[in-house]
């Protein structure tokens, strides 16, 4: 018997440890990922003997080490994780439930049969079926969910798998096993039924959310787009306006430029030269960039910032083709503006500023904005992002600004110091691909 628990327990931690390698999106190399699944395979294994080998008949030692292996299980997920946030728990918790059921296949054919071989082998098939059935199913959908920025926060629905779990522990392996009740087989049986039915609903409730909140910020960066296309327009429309009347009365200042020379009256025409080159520059159509989308939105930017007289200094060298998407990226500078615009529009004039350098290249992508504040910025503390005290429905920017730098596997940075708070996102791109080392925040508030 103790061979066969051993021998079913292996198994599914073998196909645990496979959930983790196949849905997990690792920081670590493939090799690397390999060895730590490995490596906690063969922890799991250890405290398998100790609770069914060495102490066989201790109900502590079967809780502690039960506790243990879960500790282990949780960590593994949490630790090759890209993100080790509450959704790579829930998605760990979730493997924990998913390999219950290949488990209770063994315990069921072997009862039934008698047949440790039939039951090893069938314990097996519905572990592979079930992970093939994830990978082909739901596999694009849990690392979307990992890599994307769906929920607030996956907390409450950690809370699903934990009582699942605590649930079909308690009513097919502890106190009493199935063994010793073959009456709660059926009833165990649908209690899966309903574990895996509510997993499906979750993570298709989850895939919805998403999709809707990713229309919601594209209608929200193509509002603003078309409100910076808007402005620009009656920009061009006005300049050429202007310029239409200055060349309907250049004949007359050439006239007067004459008449002034033959007088030798040169400071007259350096005023008249002077005037002609105000109206020319004050009707340029201003470009920041390249880019025709960023450039929209930054003129947006400066048209809000003047409309509050705050002092808007924009340092931008953005190629016409980006190696990121144009528009997520004109959705981010945007979040990002309009917060230090509504930080500085009640300072004092002097203190009315916004300093922002902007550069993207095939290499590197950089934000790098400054401004002054007041009073105290409040931080989350699970992002290091400044959060939103203006109720539900805010915040929202920032979190579009990190789930764009997790996209890119990228680096941001907050710091309060002196008066200045100031925001840097920074990604390496090397050979089309996207690198990032780490998110790095950190947050000092004045004294």
């Known amino acids: 018997m103790v061979y066969f628990q051993s021998s079913s327990y292996t198994i599914s931690h073998v196909f645990l440890m496979a959930f983790f390698y196949l849905f997990v999106t690792s920081r670590y190399s493939r090799r690397r990922t390999f ?34 292996q879960i500790f282990v299980t949780q960590f593994t997920g949490l630790f090759i994780s890209r993100r080790r946030d509450s959704r790579m728990l829930f998605m760990g918790l979730s493997a924990s439930n998913y390999v219950i059921a290949g488990s209770m296949t063994a315990s069921v054919l072997h009862i039934y049969t008698n047949n440790v071989g039939l039951a090893l082998a069938g314990s097996v098939l519905v ?29 409450e629905l950690c809370l699903i798998p934990v009582c699942f779990y605590c649930s079909f522990s308690f009513l097919a392996f502890f106190p009493h096993t199935l063994y010793e009740y073959p009456n709660n087989i059926s009833s165990s049986i649908l209690f899966l039924v309903t574990m895996f039915v509510s997993y499906v609903v979750v993570l298709r409730y989850v895939e919805s959310e998403s999709k809707r909140r990713e229309v919601y910020w594209k209608n929200v960066m193509f509002e603003s787009y078309i409100k910076g296309l808007e402005s620009q327009f009656h920009l061009v429309e006005q300049s050429e306006k202007n310029l239409k009347i200055l060349r309907h009365d250049m004949r007359h200042y050439s006239g007067m430029i004459d008449t002034l020379l033959d007088q030798g009256q040169y400071d007259a025409v350096k005023r ?53 998407n144009a528009y997520e990226f004109a959705m981010v500078l945007a979040n990002l503006l309009e917060n230090a615009l509504s930080c500085v529009r009640d300072l004092e004039p002097s203190e009315r500023y916004v300093s922002a350098k902007i550069q993207c290249d095939a290499k590197h992508l950089l934000v790098d904005m400054e401004n002054r504040y007041e009073g105290e910025i409040a931080f989350n503390p699970a992002t290091g992002l400044p959060r939103s005290e203006r109720g539900e429905g805010h915040g929202l920017g920032m979190q579009s600004v990190l789930a764009f730098s997790d996209r890119l596997g990228g680096n941001i940075g907050c710091y309060c110091e002196g008066g200045r708070f100031r925001i840097v996102l920074f990604a390496l791109m090397q050979g089309g691909e996207r690198r990032g080392a780490y998110r790095e925040t950190g947050a000092e508030s004045d004294k």
């Open 35 to 68: 060895a730590i699944c490995v490596s906690s395979f063969l922890a799991l294994n250890l405290l398998d003997c100790i609770k069914l080998q060495l102490f066989p008949d201790s109900g502590l030692c079967f809780v502690l080490v039960t506790l243990a």
């Open 127 to 155: 572990h592979l079926v079930i992970l093939l059935i994830l990978f082909f199913r739901i596999r694009n959908i849990c690392l979307r969910c990992c890599e994307g920025d769906t929920l607030k926060s996956w907390w």
């Open 272 to 324: 008249i030269v002077g005037h002609i080159n105000e109206v020319v520059d004050e009707n340029k159509v201003v470009r920041y960039c390249d880019n025709l989308i960023l450039n929209t939105i930054l003129l947006a930017a400066a048209e809000q910032a003047g409309a509050f007289h705050i002092e808007l200094r924009l340092d931008v060298a953005v190629p016409r083709e980006m190696p990121v």
